[in-house]
Structures are given as C-alpha cells and as structure tokens.
C-alpha cells in the first residue's frame, strides 16, 4: 500500500507560513542539520580508519606470506628423503648380526 505522501510534487505555489514554521520546527528538534553534518564527519572518520586498517592488513599479510615461503624453502632444504630431519644418508649394516651363533 502506497503512501499518499509519496505521490505529491509541488505546484510551485509558495509554501504557508504554518508549513514553513513547521518545517523549521522539525528541523530544531530533531537537529536534522546538525545530525547530518555530525554523522557525515563520522563517517568519514571511520571510512578513513578502515583504509588505514586494510592497508596495515595488507602487510601483514605480505609478511605472512613471505615468512610461510622462506619456512618453506628452509624445510625442503634440510629435509631428507628418510623423513629423520637428517642430512646425511645412513649405510646399511648388512650382515652384521648373521652368522654368529
């Protein structure tokens, strides 16, 4: 349901001086004005602290992928095809317990 309000466009007669006075009235109490300004400094405000946030976000990020590439590098290089960590292949024993008795 449509409000009847919506529909109005005004005849370009002057306004009352009633509707005037009320107007201003609206305006005094609910500090439209003075809202609007207020709320816009704010959201700049806050607009500004989100970039800044994002842009520290950023390179956080760029350092935590440059530090998991360096760990990666790092590991694949002392890592050993046994899985033991060491760099060094061991030999094997052979038979060494064979044939004693």
């Known amino acids: ?6 529909d109005w466009k005004p005849n370009g007669r002057p306004q009352s001086t009633i509707a005037r006075n009320f107007s201003a009235s609206l305006h005094d109490v609910f500090d439209i004005d003075k809202n ?5 400094q704010s959201l700049e405000q806050k607009k500004k602290a989100v970039d800044s946030q994002t842009k520290e976000l950023e390179a956080l990020e760029a350092r935590l992928k ?16 046994s899985g033991r960590g060491s760099p060094h292949r061991r030999q094997p024993v052979g ?7």
């Open 1 to 6: 349901m449509a409000d009847k309000d919506d």
């Open 95 to 101: 038979d060494a317990f064979y044939g004693h008795e």
């Open 66 to 81: 440059e530090t998991e590439e360096r760990l990666k590098q790092k590991t694949s290089r002392t890592s050993s095809p």
């Open 36 to 40: 609007l300004g207020g709320l816009s």
